[in-house]
């Protein structure tokens, strides 16, 4: 159910309104009902005492569809399986040298009791597990 209770002059009510009507996605009917206190409610369910609104419809326009994927260029370079391997254990190799290296430094940080030392190789310490759990 929606409602709007204030006290709103009429352009603000007018804006209101076209608010209720965009953000509708289907035709809704819309009540306007002003009481005592000189308080205008909108809503789309009848309230005693309230006159219904006849509006015109809105123009909508439909969305931008979304973009299908090219297909891959033929001339797009090609690895084969044994290559792509090849990469894949030299990058693992490397960050596990890395990591190696960042708990060595994260145990020396630790010795000297540096807090920022110890904050720098634990954040580093963490995202190269992380990427290391991420490899195939």
Known sequence: MLFFKRKIPLVHGAVALLTLLFVSASHAEI??????????TYSNVP??????????????????RAKTSAPTPASFPKVD??????RDDTRRKILEEELATEEKLLADAAKKQ????????????????KELSSLK
């Open 114 to 129: 540096s807090k920022e030392e110890i904050d720098l190789h634990e954040k580093n310490v963490s995202a190269l597990k």
């Open 47 to 64: 309230i005693k005492g309230a006159t219904k609104l006849n509006l015109e419809p809105l123009t909508t326009v439909p969305g931008p």
């Open 31 to 40: 009540y306007k009902h002003v009481d005592a206190q000189g308080r205008v």
């Open 81 to 86: 399986s044994d290559t792509q391997k090849k």
